[in-house]
């Protein structure tokens, strides 16, 4: 083994200068002091408080004298809470996390800013919880804008009229209800009745319409959210939907702020001037932690031990909902609110304070849902204040008509169950009330493209289904949907315009539903006997020789039904004609 010299490559010169350790020092401190002399220190007040008791969601802090409503408090553990009792000695506090580290006497921490999220074009596609958080691995989310959850609604004279129409694509909403852009429409009934999946499919038609989606979950089963969650991206909808979600298991004070961040998400792209859709699924779970946490806070109780400013809560969110005038960018924020009924009780507290504070609202009955009507959306009850107005002119033609039949058949259904014999007339209402019925039946997942809707319309409107037999509906309603691009294309696209359709046009589409619908109309010798076919031949039978008693009194209710209806607003019509079924039963 031989040994090699340590060799340095470069030989520095030694430096001969000797000093002495005080010039070094000298040297050292006088650069200290200029440096210290450069700095200016500035006093920050802190203000420290302490925990005093920690309870489901909730903490109780002293020593904040001056903190404000609604600010976020800083809590050990990367926690934040928001000072919702505020007293001069104590401050009742709501976590928006988990809470089990946290002590009496821990010390917590002003922050002098208002709860706050994330917002902007990075956000579409994603999963995230009301702070902003992602919940689908999908990586930490970028954005360098945000907003206050909590944001006063735009001021009336920023607001326009609702003009423009919100197609859910589900046939018996954009036909009989209509929701406009901008408009605030309840969907209200009891569990399993198919509310979500009314706002799913809204969802998934705007893809078309270059409509941006929120679905804000709120205290949502996990499993649901997730089904809804792959839903919305089997069918390719998050391509332009936020999903903001809260579970069931969440601190109440992380459901309670899940509404107002989502929609401070989708105010951010309506001032921008984009049309957005938030669904809010489902308020009464929202409704339900705002009383947990109030009844912690030990506020008064009121009805149904809700808190007194509950209906202020859910105003204040809905109030955020509109149209804003072109000045302000044209954008518009439409919500689908839900609310979930209890044994078909719409005059609940929760559900009646929405009804006031929306433009309208969709009931699904949990009867019509048992019969396999399905969206069960109970056409009697459910009404659109705004959306009419905005609703396409092809539509708008043939609505009133429908509502009108369907309306009389609902009634009349009820009357033949009891077995009357019915006159002719009173016969054919019913059978196309039956064919309404079945045709505005839709699947789920399948929203109906506004071409598709209007020429089902116009050809049930002139009465072409009414000697089909129900069982073939489905597939004549697909024989005629098939036929449309058999329609002259100047033709469908006067569909979105305006102005009504043309006699010209209208007969075009007639000619070609005709013989679309040619193979399901009956044969020339069972054509007297049309009813020979369909489902309720015993009751309708024989009504024309003799007439009975109770024949005179149903063309007489019909009669009065017309005269009630005829020059009366749609909506009202429905409301008014109910209690005829009372009277009705008790003649029988
Ligand atoms: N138009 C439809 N056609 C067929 N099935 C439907 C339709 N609408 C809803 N359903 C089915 O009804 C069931 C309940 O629907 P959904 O979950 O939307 O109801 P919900 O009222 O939102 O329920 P919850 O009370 O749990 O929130 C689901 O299984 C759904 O697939």
Same mark, same amino acid.
């Given at each position: ?6 060799? +340095? ?5 030694? #430096? ?8 070094? =020092? ?13 700095? /200016?220190? /500035? ?20 020593? &904040?004298? /001056? ?16 000072? !919702? ?9 709501? &976590? ?40 689908? #691995? ?26 423009? $129409? ?43 319409? #270059? ?40 601190? +109440?004070? *992380? ?18 001037? %984009? ?7 489902? *308020? ?16 008064? $109780?009121? %009805? ?27 954008? @518009?924020?439409?919500? &689908? ?18 009804? +006031? ?6 009931? *699904? +009955? ?7 009507? &399905? ?31 369907? @309306? ?26 039956? %064919? ?28 072409? !289904? ?11 309603? #697909? ?30 589409? *007639? ?57 009366? $607003? ?10 005829? =079924? ?7």
């Amino acid at each position: 083994m031989r040994l090699i010299p340590n060799q +340095s490559p470069h030989k520095e010169p030694v #430096n001969m200068e000797t000093k002495s350790l005080k010039d070094v =020092f000298d040297k050292v401190f006088t650069e200290i002091h200029q440096v210290r002399e450069s700095v /200016t220190p /500035t006093l920050t007040p802190k203000e420290v408080g302490r925990i005093l008791t920690v309870s489901t969601g909730i903490a109780n802090v002293s020593g &904040l004298p /001056t903190v404000g409503f609604d600010e976020l408090i800083k809590f050990p553990g990367d926690l934040f809470g928001i000072a !919702f009792n505020v007293d001069e000695k104590e401050i009742g506090t709501v &976590l928006l996390g988990e809470y089990s580290h946290l002590h009496a006497g821990d010390q917590v921490e002003r922050t002098r800013r208002v709860m706050d999220v994330a917002v902007g074009e990075e956000l579409l596609g994603r999963v995230i919880d009301p702070l902003g958080r992602p919940l689908d #691995n999908k990586g930490p989310i970028v954005s360098s804008k945000r907003l206050p959850i909590e944001r006063p609604s735009p001021a009336i004279m920023d607001r326009a009229p609702v003009t423009v $129409p919100l197609q859910t694509g589900v046939k018996v909403i954009d036909a009989l209800i209509p929701i406009g852009r901008g408009q605030r429409e309840l969907i209200l009934g009891d569990r399993q009745t198919g509310k979500t999946a009314i706002a799913i499919d809204t969802i998934l038609n705007q893809r078309n319409f #270059n409509v941006l989606c929120v679905y804000c979950a709120i205290g949502q089963r996990a499993s649901a959210v997730a089904r809804a969650v792959a839903n919305l991206r089997e069918r390719g909808a998050m391509d332009y939907t936020i999903v903001v979600v809260t579970e069931g298991n969440d601190p +109440s004070g *992380l459901i309670y702020i899940t509404p107002y961040a989502a929609t401070s998400i989708a105010e951010y792209f309506m001032e921008s001037g %984009r049309d957005v859709l938030i669904v809010y699924d489902d *308020l009464t779970n929202h409704a339900r932690a705002y009383r947990e946490l109030s009844l912690l806070l030990r506020r008064p $109780p009121g %009805r149904e031990a809700y808190p007194g400013d509950i209906f202020y809560i859910h105003s204040r969110l809905l109030e955020r909902s509109t149209h804003l005038l072109k000045e302000f960018g044209g954008g @518009s924020l439409t919500a &689908l609110p839900i609310i979930e009924t209890e044994a078909q009780n719409i005059s609940a507290y929760i559900p009646t304070n929405l009804i +006031s504070i929306t433009d309208g609202q969709i009931y *699904l +009955s949990p009867s019509l849902f048992e019969l396999g009507v &399905l969206p069960a959306v109970d056409v009697g009850k459910s009404v659109s204040r705004v959306g009419g107005k905005a609703q396409l002119a092809a539509y708008r033609e043939v609505a009133g008509d429908l509502k009108l039949a369907y @309306s009389q058949f609902e009634e009349l259904e009820t009357f033949t169950r009891f077995g009357a014999k019915l006159d002719e007339n009173t016969r054919r209402l019913i059978e196309h009330g039956r %064919r309404i019925r079945a045709l505005l039946k839709q699947p789920h997942n399948s929203p109906v493209p506004v071409p598709d809707q209007i020429v089902i319309l116009v050809a049930l409107n002139a009465k072409l !289904f009414d000697n089909v037999p129900l069982d073939k509906m489905v597939e004549a309603e #697909n024989s005629l949907r098939k036929a449309l691009p058999d329609i002259p294309e100047d033709v469908r696209e006067r569909f979105k315009g305006d102005k009504e359709l043309s006699d010209k046009d209208r007969e075009t589409i *007639l000619n070609i539903a005709r013989k679309a619908l040619e193979p399901y109309q009956p044969k020339p010798e069972s054509e007297s006997k049309p009813e020979a076919k369909t489902e309720e031949n015993a009751e309708s039978e024989t009504q024309t020789e003799d007439k009975s008693e109770s024949e005179a009194k149903t063309e007489e209710k019909v009669a009065k039904s017309e005269t009630q209806t005829k020059g009366k $607003p749609e909506t009202e019509t429905k409301t008014e004609e109910k209690p005829e =079924f009372g009277t009705r039963t008790e003649e029988k």
